[in-house]
């Protein structure tokens, strides 16, 4: 079992940046996936990082903006995204694995991109 907790959401402005956080409760081997859900949609993945090597997988809509990386010391996994984009929009998750079926999910940090 692990406890995950995202921080890091906000307000920004289309073309801003902003990096979230997903903090376990302690040293885990899954891989931590990031996800999202916009308003009236189902939620979608991020992105994923490895337990493992820290390889990472993006989603189409994430690459060449959002980047993933991991603190093993700190047991943190972080969500870097630049030139945020209105359609950006939602409450993004963290969770213990990569698909949209995990056992544990954190409770979510909500991200806004408007001007």
């Known amino acids: 079992q692990v406890q995950l907790k995202e921080s890091g959401g906000g307000l920004v402005e289309p073309g801003g940046s902003l990096r979230l956080s997903c903090s376990a409760d302690r040293r885990t081997s899954y891989a931590i996936g990031w996800f999202r859900q916009a308003p009236g949609k189902e939620r979608e993945g991020v992105g994923c990082?490895?337990?493992?090597?820290?390889?990472?997988e993006l989603q189409d809509s994430a690459k060449g903006r959002f980047t993933i990386s991991k603190d093993n010391a700190k047991n943190t996994v972080y969500l870097q995204m630049n030139n945020l984009k209105p359609e950006d929009t939602g409450v993004y998750y963290c969770a213990s694995g990569c698909g949209l079926y995990n056992d544990y999910w954190g409770q979510g940090t909500q991200v806004i991109v408007s001007s």
């Open positions: 990082i490895s337990s493992k090597d820290g390889s990472t």
